[in-house]
């Protein structure tokens, strides 16, 4: 799947998979909702409940920035199948100035978004690598 492509398909998707990982290797996948522009992804610690705000994905970041996001689409019709994933290294943003940006551009494809702004931190992710995959 030629690269632009990838980013159009993972844009469009609703919800991916941000994979971080510690700094002696052990894997943490999460499922976010995001915000593409580019090569940048876009996510933030929302208001949703949780049950901590020390965040292993925020932990996995602050001692390894390398990160992946997976976006797929499933059917019974396996025609349909894709999926494509970005490389990158993450940063957190958690400065007013440096979050409102990439808020606005959740609230964006969010309404949820729009009454209740994220409260940070911010992931930025600059992808270095895009694959992807397609039944056809």
């Given at each position: ?66 990160v992946?996001v ?23 943003l ?23 702004r ?19």
């Open positions: 799947m030629p690269q632009e492509e990838a980013r159009r398909r993972l844009a469009g998707a609703r919800v991916a998979r941000l994979a971080t990982a510690s700094a002696g290797g052990r894997p943490h996948v999460v499922p976010v909702t995001f915000a593409a522009e580019g090569d940048r992804i876009y996510t933030a610690v929302d208001r949703k409940p949780k049950t901590t705000a020390n965040l292993r994905r925020l932990r996995n970041i602050t001692e390894n920035p390398h992946s997976l976006a797929d689409h499933y059917s019974d019709d396996w025609d349909e199948l894709w999926w494509v994933r970005a490389d990158g290294r993450a940063a957190l958690g400065d007013p100035a440096g979050m409102a940006a990439p808020l606005a551009l959740l609230a964006a494809r969010y309404p949820q978004y729009r009454d209740s994220p409260g940070g931190p911010v992931i930025a992710i600059a992808v270095d690598r895009w694959t992807a995959w397609s039944f056809t």
